[in-house]
């Protein structure tokens, strides 16, 4: 069964010099009536908007960055206001937060029934993002203020699980060990000199209070408790240093069925933040992703020797 459209939100058209030509003709080919569209500025790469004529519509406001338009008339009971939003792509935090201050202002201009869709360029969940560059947790805390802030709700969704993903197996990391497995599998050299391979996971940092350029600290005494690391890392709560384990999932599923042992030392040292060098301990600055010795790296040396140990008896 077909469905009437009667209108679409369109992002990232591209740059083009004849960009209400090329507009014309994208709204001739697909049927509409009317386009509206917002040349590309920058990394916005611009905004379209089509609709027929069964489709009473008013632009109220534009940018390189949002469309908002009311449907209908007053009176009438399908009035309502739509906003197509495309969140600034720039890392830089300050960006991010300009387009959350427009969200919020488009907000306060209606009170009636409203819709916002698009790219926003920001996630709820770290699970959410696989491949790429992590996103901090304040970012995705800064996303969910404006979210809540704005009054708007997600209406769910039936597709993949991830909201963002970069292609390949856990984006750039799965391509570089999918790349040293099939390597070590079809006879490189490193083959030759051992006959056991292991992979260590990855060290965990102990940021608290932002990260390291963000005015992030790590000013423990003592080990942490169970509850303490969870927050500071747990997936499913966005912990602060919730990248180590992310990037974990990623190497168990590149490593599996590989000829690697894998070395966990990541949930151990997750208790440990009093082993960082910081002001705490008489440093001039905290350096919360490495760790003093001797310390809990001997640790980790000793459990590798352990292994090696087991499989040695077992030859």
């Known amino acids: 069964m077909w469905k009437v459209v009667s209108m679409v939100f369109g992002m990232k058209n591209g740059r083009h010099r004849h960009g209400s030509f090329r507009l014309r003709n994208i709204r001739v080919q697909l049927g509409f009536n009317y386009a509206f569209g917002v040349t590309s500025c920058g990394r916005s790469r611009g905004l379209s908007l089509l609709w027929n004529d069964d489709t009473t519509l008013r632009i109220l406001s534009s940018s390189s960055h949002h469309i908002n338009e009311e449907v209908g ?3 009438d009971a399908k009035h309502w206001r739509f906003t197509g939003f495309y969140g600034h792509p720039h890392p830089v935090t300050k960006h991010r937060h ?21 790219g926003f360029n920001g996630i709820f969940l770290s699970v959410e993002k696989e491949g790429g560059n ?5 970012q995705i805390l800064s996303f969910h ?3 809540g802030g704005c009054n708007l709700m997600g209406l769910g969704f039936r597709a993949e699980n991830f909201t963002w993903i970069t292609p ?4 750039i990391l799965g391509r570089v060990m999918e790349g040293l497995i099939s390597y070590l599998r079809n006879g490189g050299c490193i083959m030759i000199l051992v006959q056991s391979n292991f992979f260590r996971t990855q060290s965990p940092r102990h940021f608290e209070g932002g990260d390291w350029d963000q005015g992030g600290s790590c000013n423990r005494l003592n080990p ?13 709560n966005n912990g602060t240093n919730v990248e180590a384990r992310l990037v974990n ?4 599923k590149s490593l599996k069925g590989s000829s690697f042992q894998i070395l966990n030392i990541t949930h151990m040292s997750e208790f440990r933040a009093d082993t960082h060098p910081s002001t705490a301990s008489g440093k001039k600055h905290d350096d919360c992703m490495h760790g003093c010795l001797p310390g809990l790296t001997d640790t980790w040396n000793g459990l590798y020797i352990k292994q090696l140990n087991v499989i040695k008896s077992r030859n």
């Open 145 to 147: 203020e404006a979210v």
């Open 249 to 252: 999932q990623h190497l168990y």
């Open 168 to 171: 390949g197996c856990g984006g």
């Open 73 to 75: 008339g007053i009176g």
């Open 224 to 236: 942490l408790l169970v509850e303490q690391v969870e927050d500071l890392f747990s997936v499913k």
């Open 134 to 138: 992590l996103r901090h947790i304040h």
């Open 98 to 118: 300009e387009t959350w201050d427009l969200l919020r202002t488009l907000a306060s201009r209606s009170s009636i029934p409203r819709v916002c869709r698009g």
